[in-house]
């Protein structure tokens, strides 16, 4: 009968061990790649809702994830931004120094969580992205919630790859 009892430890080690050993062989996914907005696909908040076009290129090489972004308005200029930071979730400055910038990336299973503050003379505000691949890796999709703001925003980005 003590040979009973012991069974049920055996067989949780050798699913703990085989669990183990299928994560450590997994892979992040890449993110790298030009990515077009598709707008038709996207629901984006007042204020957000004025972007026409966008183009987003991605250089992820883990753990560094660099993304330069242009956005285009009817009749506007062009916005742009940039960024790099380490995807291990280290908080890192960003954007002017002047702003007072902070931001964070880290891996939530398959997506990229980016967290930006930023001091502004009125609080600050933060900023966060979750960056999914999704329709096996053809479309970017970057959930954004901008609180702190005179304009808080929750806006469903979709990106297409670009072929």
């Known amino acids: 009968m003590q040979h009973a009892s012991a069974f049920p430890i055996l067989v949780a080690a050798i699913v703990a061990a085989v669990v183990t050993a299928a ?15 598709n707008r038709a696909a996207s629901v984006l908040s007042p204020g957000a809702d004025g972007m026409q076009s966008g183009t987003v290129r991605i250089d992820h090489r883990e753990p560094m994830f660099r993304y330069a972004a242009t956005f285009s308005a009817a009749g506007g200029t062009p916005i742009k931004y940039t960024f790099e ?17 902070m931001g964070t990336l880290r891996w939530d299973a398959d997506a990229l969580i980016l967290t930006s503050r930023i001091e502004r003379p009125g609080g600050e505000m933060t900023i966060v992205f979750r960056y999914e691949l999704v329709d096996r890796g053809r479309r970017l999709r970057a959930v954004e919630r901008l609180r702190g703001s005179d304009h808080d925003q929750d806006n469903v980005w979709i990106f297409d790859r670009r072929e």
Request: charged share 20%; aromatic share 6%; net charge negative.
């Open 23 to 37: 994560t450590v062989g997994q892979s992040k996914p890449d993110f790298s790649g030009e990515w077009i907005l």
């Open 85 to 101: 930071l380490p995807s291990d979730g280290r908080e890192v400055a960003s954007g002017p120094q002047a702003a007072g910038g």
